[in-house]
């Protein structure tokens, strides 16, 4: 019963968040969920690195962010599957009623992959940069990037902070796994 009021609230969250849309908004929403914009913004961040910090421990801070990428990408799959929740745009309940601008391959979406990557990248890269301007910039992205999966009709609420939560953990663990390996690098080189 409980479980049943939550998913209802998460419906109607989803509804109303869903709803406050417009034909300004539509093709930026659009435009933050596709992953193939996020290819330039992720390999500048990692050139950034290599600038930063040198090539060793530049391609450590890479390496880090690519594999808790597919780390993060990986978990939220693995548990659409295994949850099995229809995104809302495969919910025959919601056929008229929403906004729905992009058609989800997946038929699952809990958790939001997106909000898990983005979320993880936005994260990890801040704590690898320490950078106050860039991380603000970047959280917003992130933000941005997982509020337009609502907006465009293919997760609910709950989808986004299932996967935030995901990308924050996997991010903190892999925080702690490049200042360890860094650490070793500039030990064993001398720095």
């Not at 992720?42 to 950034?48: H, K, N, R, S």
């Not at 391609?59 to 099995?84: H, P, Y």
């Not at 929403?98 to 983005?118: C, D, M, Q, R, V």
């Not at 990037?145 to 935030?164: M, N, Q, T």
Request: charged content about 15%; proline content about 4%.
């Amino acid at each position: 019963m409980a479980k049943d009021i939550f998913l209802m609230n998460d419906q109607e969250l989803f509804i109303f968040l869903n709803s406050l849309n417009s034909p300004f908004f539509d093709p930026i929403m659009i435009f933050f969920s596709k992953i193939p914009v996020w290819i330039p913004l992720y390999i500048g961040v990692m050139v950034w690195m290599f600038l930063k910090f040198g090539w060793k421990i530049g391609l450590a801070a890479s390496l880090t962010l690519i594999i808790a990428f597919a780390c993060g990408d990986q978990i939220s799959n693995f548990i659409k599957s295994s949850v099995g929740r229809l995104r809302p745009c495969h919910d025959s309940i919601f056929d008229g009623i929403i906004h729905n601008l992009e058609y989800a391959k997946g038929k699952f979406g809990f958790p939001s992959g997106h909000a898990t990557n983005s979320i993880c990248f936005a994260l990890l890269s801040s704590l690898i940069l320490k950078n106050k301007t860039y991380s603000i910039l970047i959280i917003c992205w992130s933000i941005i990037v997982s509020y337009s999966r609502v907006y465009v009709g293919v997760h609910y609420p709950l989808d986004i902070l299932c996967g935030a939560i995901i990308g924050i953990t996997i991010a903190l663990i892999f925080n702690e796994l490049y200042k360890f390996a860094a650490n070793k690098i500039s030990v064993k080189c001398g720095a």
